[in-house]
């Protein structure tokens, strides 16, 4: 596997390629990443991937000083998996100069946006700005960022891009917690409570499935039994696959997504419902 | 010449060819326009144009509706010219669905974007959705849409398209007149008055020469010379070059910018400056 950090070196390694498969990626990689870049190997396409801790999708605030950088043990994970070429730029790379253009995204204020504002606007910039390095055919996002999957296919839609995503399913663990880097932050203590986030949210896809069709009581009796337990609560609300709004009268290709912190670390999980049209 | 209309035709044309020289233009051809296919041949490379009138980019009450299209005509010169595919979309083929992803650009409120809002967003984003269709190594913007041309060529290396963008001289009638579509809206009255705009950024222009640096009072003194003449003015302004703000003290590659109304036609032009650097 080749390790490259700067654009130019990139590009001359490229060459043409029209082909390839892409895994951006912020590091500290876990059996989520690596799923991505097995799903991305099979395209059959030479895989790329990028290590980039993203400062623009960071708020006043946020972890980007603490995010885990492991860029020796990440690059022997990727070649393990069968990554190609790893792309780790540093921030003068990719910014060397302030970034005046960004990607202006819809939803930007709802959901994780409304509680991190200009997270999805940093993101769809960094991403915009990695597609035209890497150029690639394919690109694999997880399911577990899925308003982040959502506005990447938007945006590759709605700028022509042509660039096909790609969908990886969300890890877990044994208990069901959704494997994350900012998993790593937890205690031990807190790590055995996470859990719940992923049953409150399986609690309320039961429940619809069963024919519940009120979901705002749903949403809030989630909500009080993560906050009984010690949550702080950002949102627990059921939405759209298609739009990602709240959903149609009778839509059935639905998703519940939650985010809350336990103490000093924010969580988030999703689970898609298809209750069939009706 | 092949005339093309929509994108997945355009790619099954384009196929892999990745050398492509671009010039994209709202139609109703001048000979500006076609100096910049003529430009674009130059590279060697096979040349598309293409041809959209593009509501984004137009304000309400704006002139969207009556911007002439004149595709038949148009193709006719650009044939002769030497452009080998015009891909001329409709609004249904470049927005399929309302658009909501936006490129937002810096300066979007300044110069023309503070009396044109949405503008530059505008035309950044259907820019970009262009880029992504056609891949073109070079593309061709002509310097009479000055903060235009600033601004793609900023979205190219902010973003990292792999494009260059190639600037093409204005093109003036024998009366100093800049060549724009927007001049077929004159009476002849109002096309014989038009050239005093370009004069007076030539009287700018030749103060500073000569070594004035009161950029305020030779920006009021046109404006007022306009102003007598019965035009409506948006402004005059000496800018830099590099960032197209005001200039730093002692800044040599300058550029003076205007832009003002004859009754119901707004007019722009602007003029390179280069008093060397001290």
Redesign the interface.
């Known amino acids: 596997m080749q390790i490259i950090h700067t ?1 130019q070196a990139l ?1 001359v390694s490229l060459g ?1 390629a ?1 082909d390839t498969a892409f895994v951006p990626t912020m590091g500290n990689l876990h059996d989520g990443h690596i799923a991505l870049v097995r799903q991305a190997a099979r395209t059959g396409s030479p895989v790329v991937a990028s290590i980039f801790v993203n400062p623009l999708q960071f708020g006043q605030g946020e972890d980007f000083e603490r995010y885990p950088r492991t860029l020796t043990t990440d690059a022997d994970k990727l070649a393990a998996a069968g990554c190609d070429i790893l792309f780790a730029p540093d921030v003068a790379e990719m910014y060397p ?1 302030p ?8 939803l930007a204020d709802d959901l994780c946006g409304a509680f991190r504002p200009g997270h999805f ?1 940093g993101v ?1 910039t960094v991403v ?2 990695l597609f ?2 890497v ?1 690639p055919r394919y690109a694999v996002f997880g399911k577990k960022d899925y308003q982040q999957l959502f506005l990447l296919k ?2 590759v839609r ?5 660039i096909k995503i790609l969908a990886g399913e969300t890890q877990r663990a044994a208990d069901g917690l959704a494997l994350s880097s900012r998993n790593g932050y937890l205690s031990a203590t807190e790590r055995q409570e996470a859990p719940r986030l992923q049953h409150e949210l399986r609690a309320i896809a039961s429940a619809i499935a069963a024919g519940e069709h009120h979901f705002s009581v749903l949403e809030a009796a989630a909500a009080a039994h993560l906050a009984e337990a010690g949550w702080k609560i950002d949102y627990v609300s059921v939405r759209s696959q298609a739009t990602l709004r709240p959903p149609a009268a009778g839509e059935g290709k639905l998703v519940v997504l939650g985010a809350a912190w336990l103490n000093r670390t924010r969580l988030i999980d999703n689970l898609e419902i298809d209750r069939g049209a009706f």
Do not use: T
Request: glycine fraction near 4%; charge should be neutral; hydrophobic fraction near 40%.
């Open positions: 654009v590009r043409h029209e100069e970034q005046a253009f960004q990607v202006l995204p819809p606007a769809c915009l700005k035209e390095m150029r938007g945006m709605q700028f022509n891009l042509p």
